[in-house]
């Protein structure tokens, strides 16, 4: 059966975005400031990439103990995830610059993460972005039958234990990144006809997804393992040991964001039709975090700052900090919900509690 295309309601008698686009847009006007990147971006891009890459050319150009290469893979796995969040996420939301092609640049630094362009976009921009946290249609609320991450998911007897075992998968994300994940959502994406833009010609996009994991692979696998002189295996246990790290960083931030008590997961009635604006509808499915810690807003490029970043996606993260006193206020001045964890502990602690409470089968099945 065929789902119903969602439709967000388009009654907002109090004006609620319009007063906070406004209000927003005359913050950015009276500061005479661009609502992209700057310069704080600009070099924390160097940072993050210093930290991703320059571990790999010192492994593959000094001889040095195993202990210090492992190492060296947590340090790459740590970078590999401050790219993601603080240069790609920005790139491909159109967010980094003023110009498309230096935006285009920073997206494409995705390639060298393991995953694609194309498929993030739909997923992410597409998917997430508009249909935020509606079961069927956000497929960041997908994870398969292990994890049940919404109540309108169907319920197993091993989810009882998934608050336990959860964190062992999210270390995964990326690894199943460059292995399987891009071949089958661009197989489902292309045939649904699904792109953010232009829909790309599907032989050129095909063509490009291999030549791309060709390449990563070329990279990551096969030039250590002609410049090295360590055996094969310690290759392949270091390039996941890379991958877990961003991984279970990139899953721990992004599910702190919605799935987490406060993050709300409803459903359109049977014509479609949700219940708020899409810009309300924001505020109940988004949730905020650690956002007086200046560590967490700078390592996460914004990503705990959800609530600003869903409804102002095409706004630099750098900016969120300041923006967030008006979203804040607004919401507050319309009765309107704003959800944040002061510290990431806390919203930590309540993820997993949550996941507790979704493994249990009473009254949460639908």
Known sequence: MKKPQVKFSRKDPAQFFKTLNQRVNSYFKENNIQKTGNWALHLKTLVMFTLFLAPYFLILTLNLPNWANFLLTVVMG??????????????????????????????????????????????????????TNIPEHDEDLDAGRILRFSKHADWKKYHKFQ?????????????????????????????????????????????????????????????????????????????????????????????????????????????????????????????????KNRIINWFTGGLNHQVEHHIFPNISHVHYTKIAKIVKETAKEFQLPYHEYKTTRKAIISHFKHLKTLGQKPSLQY
Not at 78 to 84: D, I
Not at 116 to 126: A, F, I, L
Not at 208 to 223: H, N, S
Not at 276 to 284: G, S, V
């Open 78 to 131: 740590v970078g590999m995830a401050g790219v993601g969040m603080n240069v790609m996420h920005d790139g491909n939301h159109g967010a980094y610059s003023n110009k498309k092609w230096v935006n285009k640049l920073m997206g494409s630094s995705i390639y060298i993460l393991a995953g694609n362009v194309y498929n993030w976009q739909v997923q992410h921009n597409v998917l997430h972005h508009t249909y």
């Open 163 to 291: 608050h336990l075992y959860s964190v062992l998968l999210y270390g995964l994300l990326t690894f199943n990144w460059a292995i399987t994940t891009d071949f089958q959502q661009m197989y489902r994406y292309t045939k649904r006809k699904l792109s953010y833009g232009k829909l790309p010609n599907p032989v050129l996009n095909w063509t490009k997804l291999l030549i791309t994991k060709i390449i990563y692979v070329t990279i990551w696998i096969a030039i250590p393992m002609i410049f090295l002189e360590v055996a094969w295996y310690k290759i392949l246990i270091g390039f996941f040991v890379m991958h877990y790290v961003a991984g279970l960083i990139l899953s721990v931030v992004f599910q702190l964001a919605h799935i987490i008590d406060h993050a709300d997961t409803p459903v359109p009635n049977e014509q479609g039709d949700m219940k708020n604006t899409w810009a309300i509808h924001q505020l109940f499915t988004t949730v905020n975090f650690g956002t």
